[in-house]
C-alpha cells in the first residue's frame, strides 16, 4: 500500500484548487500539460515554461469537448508531459474510460484528484437536515451534479487500483484537510482512529502518478 500523506489546505472556491496545484506541482508544469475538465483554466497562467491546452465545454477551454458523451479525448497516445484531471471524474457515468484515456494521453505524469463524499456529507446526515453539493432531488436537472458517491478510503482504493491496472507508479498519494487547531485534530484522531478519521475529516485526495 502507498504512503499516505497529509497536508493542511482549504478551498474557498473552485479557482483555488487549481492554483494550489500549480505551486504544489510546479515541476509538473514545466512541459505540455493537459488540463481535462479545465473549467476557467487558471492553470494556463501557472504553465509558463511550457504548452498548456485545456479540454472542457466551457468557454475557456481551448479544446471544446464533451468527457461524457464525446468519446476518446481526440489526442494521440503519449502526446502531453503531464496530463491533469483534478475533481472531475466524479461527475461523469463513463469515469473508468476516462481515466484509461487521461493515462493513454500521458506520456509522464498523471496528476489526479477526488473529493471525499463523506466528508461534504457528515455534518447535514448528523443534524438530519440541510444538503450538501452536487446532490439532492432539484427540481430542474442540474448542470452539475455528482455520479458517484465515495468515501476517502474507497478513493484510495481505486487510485491505487488502476496504478497497478494501468502500470503505472504512484509517485505521491496526498490527504488534504481543512486546517485545524491542533488539539481539535488530536481529539478527533482519537475518537475516529484509522480509516475513519481520512473518511470524516479529509476532503480531498491527491494523486501523482508516472508512467513505469
Known amino acids: 500500500m502507498t504512503v499516505l500523506h497529509h497536508e493542511l489546505v482549504a ?4 479557482q483555488d484548487r487549481p492554483r494550489w496545484l500549480s505551486g504544489r506541482f510546479a ?11 479545465c473549467d476557467a483554466a487558471v492553470l494556463r497562467d501557472h504553465v509558463t515554461r511550457g504548452h498548456y491546452v485545456g479540454v472542457d465545454r466551457s468557454s475557456a477551454a481551448d479544446v471544446k469537448h464533451d468527457l ?10 503519449r502526446s502531453f508531459d ?27 505524469h498523471v496528476l489526479v484528484s477526488l473529493p471525499n463524499n463523506w466528508n461534504a ?29 465515495f468515501s476517502l478510503i474507497e478513493a484510495r482504493e481505486f487510485l491505487e487500483g488502476q496504478a497497478e491496472r494501468q502500470g503505472l507508479v504512484i509517485r505521491e ?14 481529539l478527533r484522531r482519537l475518537l475516529h482512529p484509522g480509516p475513519r478519521y481520512l473518511n470524516l475529516f479529509s476532503h480531498t485526495l491527491v494523486c501523482h502518478y508516472e508512467r513505469g
Open 27 to 37: 515541476d509538473l508544469l514545466e512541459g505540455s500539460v493537459l488540463d481535462v475538465g
Open 173 to 186: 498519494l496526498i490527504a488534504l484537510e481543512k486546517p485545524r487547531r491542533r488539539a481539535l485534530v488530536l
Open 121 to 149: 456529507a457528515r455534518l447535514p446526515l448528523r443534524r438530519g437536515r440541510g444538503s450538501f453539493k452536487h446532490y439532492g432531488l432539484p427540481l430542474d436537472p442540474p448542470e452539475d451534479r455528482h455520479r458517484w458517491f
Open 11 to 14: 478551498f474557498a472556491s473552485r
Open 68 to 77: 461524457q458523451s464525446g468519446g476518446a479525448l481526440p489526442f494521440a497516445d
Open 82 to 108: 503531464t496530463v491533469i484531471c483534478t475533481d472531475v471524474l466524479e461527475h461523469l457515468d463513463n469515469l473508468h474510460a476516462i481515466f484509461a484515456e487521461l493515462v493513454r494521453v500521458s506520456a509522464r
